[in-house]
């Protein structure tokens, strides 16, 4: 407990201390944290000397307070002499008080517990005199309404007498049994109720049985007045619902057991549609005359309308659900999905008929909510609807994989037939006798699930076809390693799994690579269109608002189709480069066909030209009307860059070989005519070696003539043109020199 600073100050310690003496007074003064905190600022051999230090002030501090108040203390038991005696004297009238107080006190507990006693001796008094004004009240109720009912003296059979003024007499009745309901129902378990209640049941027989009398009647003769007081008198009475199952069964259920039937279903012209058709016309044609008593629509105004009735929701639609249920279940069958659908649509147009028969908003919500519209709902079974349509659709597309590389023979936007079945069966999703709002999420998660299967499987040609031949030629093109020479000379066991996919996998060809690029580009071309022109307007329809997110997630699958496009690029690039680079061996020939052969001076290129690009040709001619321009764009400029390049490495190798020859033959000559004829001059002419380097350049201008007939220029072309200075600069260097 900290001390009070106002009634003692604490001596100044020295300022060398590593704590503050104003920690000792703070109220939440805790020990360990004081330790812990001083302990991180010193040691603790040096905190426990300034503690020391500040014991020792302290006490000094002590010491001299007691010397300051000595006297006091010392006069302190002096001043206390006489105490006792004064205390013993307050303590006697103060006893007698407390005496007084308690006697008191005791009192006022006793008249509370009087009080109280009486008071619910009162209340029970006044719940009796209550009760039996009740039964007074029950017995005057029932004797009065046997007075008006003239059932008085008869024996227990329900009999009444309804006089002239039956709605007037039944009118006065329902008044006092509304009132003898609320006093039986405060009455329960007494004797005299138990008593009354054989007489109070006739009554209520009676009661119900002109109540229905005088409904039926007031139907049959079109007595709006006598209606309105008959429905007046069924609220009056709480019975409302008695009203509604009243118009059920004497009005609604024979219409209904003469329409809904298999019978008429099958004999009427319009099926299904013209069996609703038909429910849905009693409203306006039966119910008039109800409405017009609860709503108001005959009379002109609303001073005359009964509320608290809805005769379109709790007589007509639950009638027909259960009719519906009852006498043609088949149209609920889900075994035919073309005959559900046609159904489902059917039955949903008519419940939104049925819905605007309902007069008010507040009537179409509780006909929603009513539990025989849940019930007709789930009578509908959609997931396994979608189970045999997921079915159709995905399987479709399943089978397709086992030959997808068939070409399609009707006529179609696309080649495959694969790619023609992903795109039916997307169709499929959507078409109008497929697909149902209710279950859009399904099928848009259907139209995901086939686009990614297609994407999966394009992914798996990508990987096992394309990624592995690019490998394989690779492998075919670099020098073998240590590792791999023992399995190519055969001294250790080839890979069984890679004998078996030698054995049994089809290499794809560029004539389907192609086709799948196209059919691709394609796909991705009609999606756009495709989500705004047809599955937007659905969704907007299932009432979907963030249309965006759809739309992202359609080009999220886009996006894994189009990787497929620069995997196609580079094999196509690198299968038609090899066809032709090995014609541009011929340019290693020319040497030879010009060495110590006297031939002429050249005029044409070399044959080896025009066979370089055959292979680049037959694939033009073959798939140019297939390809995108685009794509067909990038393939043959990547083509050409790469036979280009080839070309330049294996003219830059001639170039350097025929130099080489030439400066060796040159040194040779030069010995021989400086033993023989020093003075003799060169033979005129073009040398053997001017004659290849000539070749040459007209070999690479016609190979740059050839990039024109695949729409592309030479001069664009920067190995190319590096190629073509090449060879002249090797000419003319030739020229300079002689």
């Given at each position: 407990?900290?001390?009070d600073?106002?009634?003692?100050?604490?001596?100044?310690?020295p300022?060398?201390?590593?704590?503050?003496?104003?920690?000792?007074?703070?109220?939440?003064f805790?020990?360990?944290?004081?330790?812990?905190?001083?302990?991180?600022?010193?040691?603790?051999?040096?905190?426990?000397a300034?503690?020391?230090?500040?014991?020792k002030?302290?006490?000094?501090?002590?010491?001299e307070?007691?010397?300051?108040?000595?006297?006091?203390?010392?006069?302190?038991?002096?001043?206390?002499?006489?105490?006792?005696?004064?205390?013993?004297?307050?303590?006697?009238p103060?006893?007698?008080?407390?005496?007084?107080?308690?006697?008191?006190?005791?009192?006022?507990?006793?008249?509370?517990?009087i009080?109280?006693?009486?008071?619910?001796?009162?209340?029970?008094?006044?719940?009796?005199?209550a009760?039996?004004?009740?039964?007074?009240?029950?017995?005057?109720?029932?004797?009065?309404?046997?007075?008006?009912?003239?059932?008085?003296?008869?024996?227990?059979?329900?009999?009444?007498?309804?006089?002239?003024?039956?709605?007037?007499?039944v009118?006065?009745?329902?008044?006092?049994?509304?009132?003898?309901?609320?006093?039986?129902?405060?009455c329960?378990?007494?004797r005299?109720?138990e008593?009354?209640?054989?007489?109070?049941?006739?009554?209520?027989?009676t009661l119900?049985?002109n109540?229905?009398?005088?409904?039926?009647?007031?139907?049959?003769?079109?007595?709006?007045?006598?209606?309105?007081g008959?429905?007046?008198?069924?609220?009056?009475?709480?019975k409302?619902?008695?009203?509604?199952?009243?118009?059920?069964?004497?009005?609604?259920?024979?219409y209904?057991?003469?329409?809904?039937?298999e019978t008429?279903?099958?004999?009427?012209?319009d099926?299904?549609?013209?069996?609703?058709?038909k429910?849905?016309?009693?409203?306006?044609?039966?119910?008039?005359?109800?409405?017009?008593?609860?709503?108001?629509?005959l009379?002109?105004?609303?001073?005359?309308?009964?509320?608290?009735?809805?005769?379109?929701?709790?007589?007509?639609?639950?009638?027909?659900?259960?009719?519906?249920?009852?006498?043609?279940p088949?149209?609920f069958?889900?075994?035919?999905?073309?005959t559900f659908?046609?159904?489902?649509?059917s039955?949903?147009?008519?419940?939104?008929?049925?819905?605007?028969?309902?007069?008010?908003?507040?009537?179409?919500?509780?006909?929603?909510?009513?539990?025989?519209?849940?019930?007709?709902?789930?009578?509908?079974?959609?997931?396994?609807?979608?189970?045999?349509?997921f079915?159709?659709?995905?399987?479709?597309?399943?089978?397709?994989?086992?030959?997808?590389?068939?070409?399609?023979?009707?006529?179609?936007?696309?080649?495959l037939h694969?790619?023609?079945?992903?795109?039916?069966?997307?169709?499929?999703?959507w078409?109008?006798?497929?697909?149902?709002?209710?279950?859009?999420h399904?099928?848009?998660?259907?139209t995901?699930?086939?686009?990614?299967?297609?994407?999966?499987?394009v992914?798996?040609?990508?990987?096992?076809?394309?990624?592995?031949?690019?490998?394989d030629?690779?492998?075919?093109?670099?020098?073998?390693?240590p590792?791999?020479a023992?399995?190519?000379?055969?001294?250790?066991?080839?890979?069984n799994?890679?004998?078996?996919?030698?054995a049994?996998?089809?290499?794809?060809t560029?004539?389907?690579?192609?086709?799948?690029t196209?059919d691709s580009?394609?796909?991705?071309?009609?999606m756009?269109?495709?989500?705004?022109?047809l599955?937007?307007p659905?969704?907007?329809?299932?009432?979907?608002?963030?249309?965006?997110?759809?739309?992202?997630?359609?080009?999220?699958?886009?996006?894994?189709?189009?990787?497929?496009f620069?995997?196609?690029?580079?094999?196509?690039t690198?299968?038609?480069?090899?066809?032709?680079?090995?014609?541009l061996?011929?340019?290693?020939?020319i040497?030879?066909?010009?060495?110590?052969?006297n031939?002429?001076t050249?005029?044409?290129?070399?044959?080896?030209?025009?066979?370089?690009?055959?292979?680049?040709?037959?694939?033009?001619?073959?798939?140019r009307?297939?390809?995108d321009?685009?794509?067909?764009?990038?393939?043959?400029?990547?083509?050409?860059?790469?036979?280009?390049?080839k070309?330049?490495?294996i003219?830059?190798?001639?170039?350097?070989?025929?130099?080489?020859?030439?400066?060796?033959?040159?040194?040779?000559k030069?010995?021989?005519?400086?033993?023989?004829?020093?003075?003799?001059?060169?033979?005129?002419?073009?040398?053997?070696?001017?004659?290849?380097?000539?070749?040459?350049?007209?070999?690479?201008?016609?190979?740059?003539?050839q990039?024109?007939?695949?729409?592309?220029?030479?001069?664009?072309v920067?190995?190319?043109?590096?190629?073509?200075?090449?060879?002249?600069s090797?000419?003319?260097?030739?020229?300079?020199?002689?």
């Amino acid at each position: 407990m900290a001390l009070d600073s106002k009634l003692f100050t604490f001596p100044e310690p020295p300022t060398t201390l590593c704590f503050d003496k104003t920690e000792f007074n703070k109220d939440d003064f805790n020990v360990e944290e004081f330790v812990a905190g001083c302990c991180r600022k010193v040691h603790l051999e040096d905190f426990r000397a300034d503690l020391m230090i500040y014991l020792k002030t302290l006490k000094t501090a002590m010491v001299e307070l007691i010397n300051e108040d000595y006297a006091d203390f010392v006069s302190l038991s002096t001043n206390l002499v006489g105490m006792d005696k004064a205390i013993d004297k307050l303590s006697i009238p103060l006893g007698q008080l407390k005496e007084e107080v308690l006697n008191v006190r005791n009192l006022v507990e006793m008249n509370i517990q009087i009080l109280e006693s009486k008071t619910e001796k009162k209340k029970l008094i006044r719940d009796k005199k209550a009760t039996l004004q009740r039964l007074i009240d029950i017995n005057e109720s029932v004797e009065k309404m046997e007075k008006i009912l003239k059932l008085q003296g008869r024996d227990d059979r329900p009999v009444g007498h309804v006089s002239e003024s039956e709605d007037q007499i039944v009118e006065r009745v329902s008044s006092e049994f509304n009132k003898l309901q609320f006093n039986v129902s405060q009455c329960k378990g007494l004797r005299l109720v138990e008593q009354l209640r054989p007489r109070i049941q006739i009554i209520t027989t009676t009661l119900q049985q002109n109540l229905e009398k005088m409904f039926v009647d007031s139907l049959g003769n079109s007595d709006l007045d006598k209606l309105r007081g008959c429905l007046r008198t069924y609220t009056a009475i709480d019975k409302v619902q008695d009203a509604e199952d009243l118009f059920r069964k004497t009005a609604v259920k024979p219409y209904m057991d003469e329409v809904i039937t298999e019978t008429y279903l099958m004999n009427n012209k319009d099926g299904l549609e013209g069996m609703y058709s038909k429910v849905v016309e009693f409203v306006p044609k039966h119910c008039k005359l109800v409405r017009a008593a609860t709503m108001g629509d005959l009379s002109g105004g609303s001073s005359d309308v009964v509320r608290g009735y809805d005769f379109v929701v709790y007589s007509v639609w639950p009638e027909v659900v259960t009719a519906i249920e009852t006498k043609t279940p088949n149209i609920f069958a889900p075994g035919n999905p073309d005959t559900f659908h046609q159904r489902f649509v059917s039955s949903m147009e008519f419940l939104e008929r049925f819905e605007q028969q309902c007069a008010t908003q507040a009537s179409v919500k509780r006909l929603r909510q009513h539990s025989t519209y849940q019930t007709f709902i789930t009578k509908w079974s959609l997931p396994i609807y979608y189970q045999i349509r997921f079915q159709e659709i995905a399987g479709a597309l399943e089978v397709s994989f086992e030959s997808p590389f068939n070409v399609v023979q009707e006529t179609s936007v696309f080649k495959l037939h694969t790619t023609h079945t992903l795109w039916w069966c997307v169709n499929r999703c959507w078409e109008a006798d497929v697909f149902l709002t209710q279950l859009t999420h399904k099928f848009w998660k259907l139209t995901l699930q086939l686009i990614s299967r297609f994407s999966t499987w394009v992914s798996q040609i990508q990987h096992t076809e394309l990624d592995g031949a690019m490998a394989d030629r690779r492998t075919v093109a670099a020098p073998p390693t240590p590792e791999t020479a023992d399995t190519v000379q055969g001294n250790g066991p080839p890979d069984n799994d890679d004998v078996v996919q030698s054995a049994t996998a089809l290499p794809v060809t560029i004539s389907q690579l192609v086709n799948l690029t196209a059919d691709s580009l394609s796909l991705l071309n009609q999606m756009d269109s495709f989500f705004r022109d047809l599955i937007e307007p659905k969704l907007s329809a299932a009432g979907v608002s963030d249309i965006k997110t759809y739309s992202d997630c359609l080009s999220e699958s886009k996006q894994s189709i189009s990787q497929l496009f620069p995997a196609v690029e580079v094999y196509i690039t690198s299968d038609i480069s090899d066809q032709c680079v090995i014609n541009l061996k011929g340019a290693n020939d020319i040497p030879r066909l010009y060495r110590r052969t006297n031939r002429d001076t050249p005029t044409k290129p070399s044959a080896y030209v025009s066979n370089t690009v055959k292979p680049l040709s037959l694939f033009v001619d073959e798939h140019r009307a297939t390809l995108d321009d685009v794509i067909y764009l990038k393939i043959i400029t990547r083509i050409m860059q790469d036979l280009t390049n080839k070309y330049h490495t294996i003219i830059n190798d001639v170039l350097t070989s025929v130099k080489k020859m030439e400066d060796s033959l040159k040194r040779l000559k030069k010995t021989k005519k400086s033993s023989t004829n020093p003075g003799s001059a060169p033979a005129p002419g073009k040398s053997d070696d001017d004659k290849i380097r000539l070749q040459l350049l007209i070999d690479v201008q016609a190979f740059g003539e050839q990039f024109a007939n695949f729409g592309l220029d030479s001069s664009d072309v920067k190995v190319y043109c590096d190629l073509e200075e090449l060879v002249k600069s090797a000419i003319n260097n030739t020229q300079s020199t002689l």
